[in-house]
Nanobody
Framework: QVQLVESGGGLVQAGGSLRLSCAAS????????MGWYRQAPGKQRDLVAA???????NYADPVKGRFTISRDIAKNTVYLQMNSLKPEDTAVYYC???????????WGQGTQVTVPS
């Protein structure tokens, strides 16, 4: 069982920055990948950024060049640095851990990010 706790969401003006944190209850180097997803009202949950065990990162096109995913293995924490925020970035952001041979998914409780238009 993996527990994930997100923090760092809030309200920020367009053009501003936020850093989200996701603290995991396990050694994050032992999981296949960790990622950030987001879900806006009435929309599906979409991948924002992910980092594999080996450190490879990938980003959704809308956030490339603005968001950066990183990790601190010693702290079992993954971060999402979000710069140049736009109103369309408004959503609940969820941390995800994909674990094991079957790729079981674990989710945090979500943190709200609001960028007023």
């Amino acid at each position: 069982q993996v527990q994930l706790v997100e923090s760092g969401g809030g309200l920020v003006q367009a053009g501003g920055s936020l850093r989200l944190s996701c603290a995991a209850s396990v050694n994050i180097f032992s999981v296949n990948a960790m990622g950030w997803y987001r879900q806006a009202p009435g929309k599906q949950r979409d991948l924002v950024a992910a980092i594999t065990r080996g450190g490879t990162t990938n980003y959704a096109d809308p956030v490339k060049g603005r968001f950066t995913i990183s990790r601190d293995i010693a702290k079992n924490t993954v971060y999402l640095q979000m710069n140049s925020l736009k109103p369309e970035d408004t959503a609940v952001y969820y941390c995800n851990a994909r674990v094991g041979g079957y790729g079981d998914d674990y989710w945090g409780q979500g943190t709200q990010v609001t960028v007023p238009s």
